[in-house]
């Protein structure tokens, strides 16, 4: 089922997600629903406040950039789609890169983001399996900007006061819900 997607301003996007304590059929219904959804929106990324949710719990599938990747990042790339529940991330590089993001709750904005290049995560797979990973390349930057989900974070909190002065309006239209994409959302107006 795609579920609407939440929009900047609206507090889901805001909270402190928890840890998940346990699998359930609803849990697997939960990730089959946010993978239809991030897929629907065209979108390489979805984490779980982004759909109303305060689990801990994000998902990637990088696979429509695949024609983009170097071959040695395609081969690299770990099975997609990649869930990823109750993650921590334990180590970031001190050399930092600069990218171009987005996010589905903040349609038609993007930003460069300065972010550490490289990273190493852990966390439980759907299958509540444990994993670590070292990423780098855009998987390191598509994990770090999902976990920042998980944390109440969004890109445009890393970009500088002038360039989000330059936001500003735009941002609080989002807010009003005055907004559009061409996907579900859930705008709260308030
Ligand atoms: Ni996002």
């Known amino acids: ?3 609407p997607i939440r929009v900047y301003g609206d507090p889901a996007l ?13 849990l697997q219904q939960l990730i089959d629903d946010m993978i239809e959804t991030m897929r629907g929106a065209a979108g390489i990324g979805l984490a779980a406040p982004q759909v109303g949710r305060t689990e801990r719990l994000f998902i990637v599938d990088l696979s429509p950039l695949l024609d983009e990747m170097a071959p040695e990042e395609r081969a690299a790339l770990p099975p997609q789609p990649m869930v990823f529940i109750n ?35 852990e966390y439980l797979d759907r299958h509540f399996e444990p994993q670590a990973l070292d990423v780098d390349a855009l998987l390191a930057r598509v994990i770090q900007h999902e ?5 109440g974070v969004l890109f445009v909190d890393h970009i500088s006061a002038f360039r989000r002065r330059l936001l500003r309006r735009r941002l609080r239209d989002m807010t ?13 107006v308030a």
């Open 176 to 188: 009003k819900g005055n907004v559009e994409a061409d996907y579900p959302l859930a705008t709260s």
């Open 1 to 3: 089922m795609i579920l």
């Open 87 to 121: 993650p921590d991330i334990v180590w970031e590089s001190e050399a930092d890169v600069e990218f171009e993001e987005g996010c589905l709750s903040i349609p038609d904005i993007r930003e460069i983001v300065i972010r550490p290049e490289q990273i190493r995560i």
């Open 14 to 26: 805001r909270v402190q997600t928890e840890d998940v304590t346990e699998d359930s059929p609803e």
């Open 147 to 151: 976990f920042d989900h998980l944390e």
